[in-house]
T-cell receptor
Framework: GQQLNQSPQSMFIQEGEDVSMNCTSSSIFNTWLWYKQDPGEGPVLLIALYKAGELTSNGRLTAQFGITRKDSFLNISASIPSDVGIYFCAGQEGSGNTPLVFGKGTRLSVIA | KAGVTQTPRYLIKTRGQQVTLSCSPISGHRSVSWYQQTPGQGLQFLFEYFSETQRNKGNFPGRFSGRQFSNSRSEMNVSTLELGDSALYLC????????????FGPGTRLTVT
């Protein structure tokens, strides 16, 4: 089935640094979402994107829906220790009832 | 509003047994989706239920089944468990008309020995 390529797989950064991660697909998506998963918990929705070129922020997080509709980016500014976790991108190819496809995640570690 | 709840949180079963997992969606959400999460494969879509009907199905064998009740609560069942079924099983619910916004529960960690 459809797969999303998410990179990098893992990152080790210093507290205060900015972080960038991205997700690409081989086909066009109509919706992109970014989730964060903490250990022992389910993923939590961070940002949802609905239009090509859209740039949306949620606090220190900013995500963009790529203009080709085949990619999306997530940036975290001024990272803090609680940013540690696994970040997943997810996309939806078709209409509102089409299942989401998830990337394999980017594991973020923050060194204080 | 209370979040998505899943029971049990942890489960240990033996190969060949069957298991039933339960999910209660956020109040007002009628769509419930199930996912299997493993380190190697990531989040894999199992199936989605809406108004007691299976609306979408992922690429899993028939040993994996589910159902949804009139109060939107959902159960999934795995029969004849295999070692490879060990995983975190996540349930997610969606608001009406926004099936792409999934709100996840904490998951059930299933270990098959």
């Amino acid at each position: 089935g459809q797969q999303l390529n998410q990179s990098p797989q893992s990152m080790f950064i210093q507290e205060g640094e900015d972080v960038s991660m991205n997700c690409t697909s081989s086909s066009i998506f109509n919706t992109w979402l970014w989730y964060k998963q903490d250990p022992g918990e389910g993923p939590v929705l961070l940002i949802a994107l609905y239009k090509a070129g859209e740039l949306t922020s949620n606090g220190r997080l900013t995500a963009q829906f790529g203009i080709t509709r085949k990619d999306s980016f997530l940036n975290i500014s001024a990272s803090i220790p609680s940013d540690v976790g696994i970040y997943f991108c997810a996309g939806q190819e078709g209409s509102g009832n089409t299942p989401l496809v998830f990337g394999k995640g980017t594991r973020l570690s923050v060194i204080a | 509003k209370a979040g998505v709840t899943q029971t049990p949180r942890y489960l240990i079963k033996t190969r060949g047994q069957q298991v039933t997992l339960s999910c209660s969606p956020i109040s007002g959400h009628r769509s419930v989706s199930w996912y299997q999460q493993t380190p190697g494969q990531g989040l894999q879509f199992l199936f989605e239920y809406f108004s007691e009907t299976q609306r979408n199905k992922g690429n899993f064998p028939g040993r994996f089944s589910g159902r949804q009740f009139s109060n939107s609560r959902s159960e999934m069942n795995v029969s004849t468990l295999e070692l490879g079924d060990s995983a975190l099983y996540l349930c997610a619910s969606s608001p009406p008309g926004q099936g792409y916004e999934q709100y996840f529960g904490p998951g059930t960690r299933l270990t098959v020995t």
